[in-house]
């Protein structure tokens, strides 16, 4: 099992940076590649970014591709979602996502842990 914990989200004006953490405890967080989803109310959890279990790879959606970073430090058990020149677009839920392995996905269904998720709420 891992859990995992989000943190950092809040209200952020458009043009305006937020930094996400997900910090995870249970099983080795070093075997796990992790994930962030969003969900804005009546769309489905969309794709945001993805990073291998090394950190060597990386993966974003085309709406964030260039102002959103997603990175890892192992020794913490936790992941970072940069998010940079924000828009109102981007608010949502974001979700931290564990997957059972090593290589990264880019479906939600292919993950196996989800935390609670943070608020981002990005005025114009």
């Known amino acids: 099992q891992v859990q995992l914990a989000e943190s950092g989200g809040g209200l952020v004006q458009a043009g305006g940076s937020l930094r996400l953490s997900c910090a995870a405890s249970?099983?080795?967080?070093?075997?796990?590649?992790m994930g962030w989803f969003r969900q804005a109310p009546g769309n489905e959890r969309d794709f945001v970014a993805a990073?291998?279990?090394?950190?060597?790879?990386?993966y974003y959606a085309d709406s964030v591709k260039g102002r959103f970073t997603i990175s890892r430090d192992n020794a913490k058990n936790t992941v970072y979602l940069q998010m940079n020149s924000l828009k109102p677009e981007d608010t949502a839920v974001y979700y931290c996502?564990?997957?059972?392995?090593?290589?990264?996905?880019?479906?939600?269904?292919?993950?196996?842990?989800w935390g609670q998720g943070t608020q981002v709420t990005v005025s114009s």
């Open positions: 996502a564990a997957r059972a392995r090593l290589a990264p996905r880019t479906t939600a269904n292919e993950y196996d842990y």
């Open positions: 249970g099983r080795t967080f070093s075997n796990n590649a």
């Open positions: 990073i291998s279990w090394s950190g060597s790879s990386t």
